[in-house]
């Protein structure tokens, strides 16, 4: 098996996506385009063993998404088991069906933070991206957040329909009492690589984007802390894998599959293996899905005798995957590829798309269509 | 923010300091987030109790670690602190 023959590291994220259900749509949604073929959840019985031996391994940081963690109606009862175990809590929600009587029961089931979602800063665009009329809600929701005594997430992902409202997000933010603001610029993974041409910023409303953001870091210092995400299409170098494939992050799908990242399911011949046959040791430690891109073994060029391997590992192999065929490929989005060309080419295609044509939604009826 | 002397300090809330067996370390975890500590940082995040000042949080390690000068150190960590609000000080 490639890698290196010491032990790896332990995992110290555990990613608990609870369900693919999910009330919103947002068509940049990072769940596998087929999702409505796995709706087979782990019950609440083999989530308990998932967290256990997860923790037992040293898994410290959790989060619960999905989908939308809150369909789940043995949250109450993850949370509170999760923080008998000793894990920090976050809660990875979209807000749409929380109540301030759930807001309470999580905290005292020991629920340690929330982030909430929202996808604009108007309520047009916010229930159109979402799908659903919830912006209002959001908004109530948010503010019983912090009316709780919880640390506040708020986390917006941009793209080309909401990116010129940056400073209206960040106002909103400021407004609602968020501790910290997630501006990520979407990833094209699942829904959002397919609806990519309509999603696309083009360069010049990145660069306003990120003279915002940087205006407010400066502003808020010390009162609310800001992370923009940089859009790695942009950026020439690509982002760094994870930590490591295999060396931190643990994700969990709702059925039970094991996955270094939350997109590996899509990679072909990876075997990644189920929790409902074997034990997270046995998966971290042994499964040939999290000893794959372990070490550089794997590496091809350019990426094997480029300086730069220990910093970014080659990029994303998911990416890589997607737009190349093959995971093992540097990173297109990587300057120094042979197929960096995609990359651009995509940006280019984006940039001649009509903001006529539709975007695909992410719901069950479309999903069966994949 | 930079360090006040006569102001007791603490951990902002939504912070939380926490022992790991299994990588036999002090962490500081918060939202989405997880820093592995050093076992003197660990020690003086242990003492911003809410109660104790600089002066007292420079006496009770030098006490507890037998030893004198430490306090240029625990400033500038808790300078540090101050920045990433790590913590926070209150009256
Ligand atoms: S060549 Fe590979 S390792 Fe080097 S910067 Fe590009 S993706 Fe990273
Ligand atoms: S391969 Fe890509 S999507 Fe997967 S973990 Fe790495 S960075 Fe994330």
């Not at chain 1, 800001?226 to 994700?251: H, Q, S």
């Not at chain 1, 046959?277 to 430690?285: A, L, M």
């Amino acid at each position: 098996m490639a890698g290196s023959l010491k032990a790896p590291s332990p995992p110290r994220w555990l990613l608990a996506e609870l369900t693919y259900a999910c009330p919103l749509q947002c068509p940049y949604c990072s769940n596998p385009l087929d999702y409505a073929n796995f709706s087979d959840e782990l019950n609440t019985e083999e989530w308990k063993r998932v967290l256990k031996q997860s923790r037992d391994m040293g898994a410290v940081q959790l989060g619960f998404s999905g989908g939308e963690p809150l369909v789940r109606k043995d949250l109450v009862e993850l949370v509170d088991y999760s923080h008998e175990l000793g894990y920090y809590t976050n809660l990875i929600t979209s807000g749409y069906n929380m109540d301030e009587a759930k807001i309470i029961e999580l905290k005292e089931a020991g629920l340690d933070h929330i982030q909430i979602s929202l996808q604009a800063s108007s309520q047009e665009l916010n229930d159109f991206i979402a799908g659903a009329e919830s912006f209002e809600h959001k908004k109530v929701v948010a503010k019983l957040i912090k009316k709780h005594g919880y640390p506040m997430v708020l986390c917006v992902v941009l793209h080309r329909q909401n990116i010129h409202q940056m400073k209206d997000i960040l106002e909103m933010a400021i407004e609602l009492g968020a501790d910290f603001v997630e501006l990520a610029n979407t990833q094209y993974y699942g829904w959002a690589h397919h609806n990519r041409d309509q999603l696309m910023p083009t360069q010049e409303q990145l660069n306003t984007a990120e003279a915002i953001a940087n205006e407010y870091q400066e502003s808020q210092k010390g009162k609310m802390k800001i992370y923009y995400v940089v859009p790695d299409f942009f950026e020439g170098r690509p982002k760094a894998c994870m930590n490591g494939w295999g060396t931190t992050f643990l994700t969990i799908a709702p059925d039970g599959l094991a996955l270094p990242c939350h997109s590996a399911r899509q990679l072909p011949n990876f075997d990644c293996p189920s929790v409902r046959d074997h034990s997270i040791s046995e998966i971290w430690n042994e499964s040939k899905a999290f000893n794959y891109f372990r070490g550089d073994d794997w590496m091809k060029e350019p990426c094997r005798s480029c300086p730069d391997k220990d910093k970014d590992f080659g990029g994303c192999h998911c990416q890589a995957f997607l737009l190349t065929g093959d995971a093992a490929n540097a990173d297109p989005v990587c300057n120094l590829s042979p197929q960096h060309h995609l990359v651009t080419d995509a940006i280019d295609q984006a940039a001649a798309t009509s903001s006529e044509k539709p975007l695909v939604f992410r719901n069950s009826k479309n999903s069966k269509t994949f | 923010m930079s360090l006040v002397t006569d102001q007791a300090l603490h951990l902002v809330p939504g912070y939380r300091l926490q022992w790991e067996k299994a990588q036999d370390m002090f962490v500081l975890l918060y939202p989405e987030g997880l820093i592995e500590l050093n076992q003197s940082s660990a020690e003086i995040l242990q003492v911003c109790d809410g109660a104790n000042k600089l002066a007292d949080i420079v006496q009770t390690l030098e006490t507890k670690f037998e030893t004198t000068g430490l306090e240029n150190d625990i400033i500038n960590f808790l300078n540090i602190a101050l920045e990433n609000g790590w913590i926070t000080q209150s009256a």
